[in-house]
């Protein structure tokens, strides 16, 4: 490849387009690092700046050969496709799977969405670039606090259950199943001498006898200690 290519009159508009790229997935991942997520500043930088080099890569990087061969027909849209779908990998990465209790699962989505932004970036919309990360921005922040407000407004129907082996717990949560109780919520927490602690969250709108739910977990065996919050 000559030196000229260089050199050429669409550097200029390259290099914006990567910092821009840049700027736009780096304030995406400065969030998730305040946060302390596993994928923060860095990682959502790379992956903007990746996907947004591989567009102009479909755009620019085979001009040169297209106008030598005028019979060849590129599509820039092949390219791009791949990063969308191999950044589900990355996203993966990120997702924490510990008993019944998933996590990671925003972390990956935005390192989802910061690809498709570089890709935008790299295909020249800008105001459209800068409207998605806002659009992030008042999600993964604004949102998720008035969630947890949501959530603390809520009246809880929630159960801590300490058993003492991991077969218990199915046994335990056949309880609620025989009394027909609709489970919003589960984790299983691992204890100290192959103890299991068992936090279920009930639906509040549900009308049962608890006194007979929590006579008839405590009859199970194994169970150690239990507590109801509501």
Known sequence: MHWSYFFHDDIVLIIF????????????????????????????????????????????G????????EQVRFDPARIPSYVISGIGFLGAGTIMVNGLTIKGLTTAASIWT??????????????VATFTTLVVLTSLAFLNRMEKHKVRGKRKNSYSITVRGSARVHRVLSVFEEFQLTIQKVEVLSLPESQKKLLVEVS????????????????QEGVMKMTHYI
């Open 17 to 60: 387009r990567l910092c821009f790229a840049l700027v736009l997935s780096g304030l995406i991942g400065f969030e998730r690092e305040i946060k302390n997520q596993s994928a923060g500043f860095r990682t959502h930088i790379l992956v903007g700046v990746g996907a947004c080099l591989m567009m102009l890569l479909s755009l620019y």
């Open 62 to 69: 085979f001009t040169e050969f297209m106008s030598l061969h």
């Open 114 to 127: 910061v690809a498709a932004i570089g890709l935008v970036v790299g295909a020249g919309l800008y105001d």
């Open 204 to 219: 509040p709108s549900q009308s049962y006898d608890r006194t007979l739910v929590i006579s008839r977990i405590s009859e």
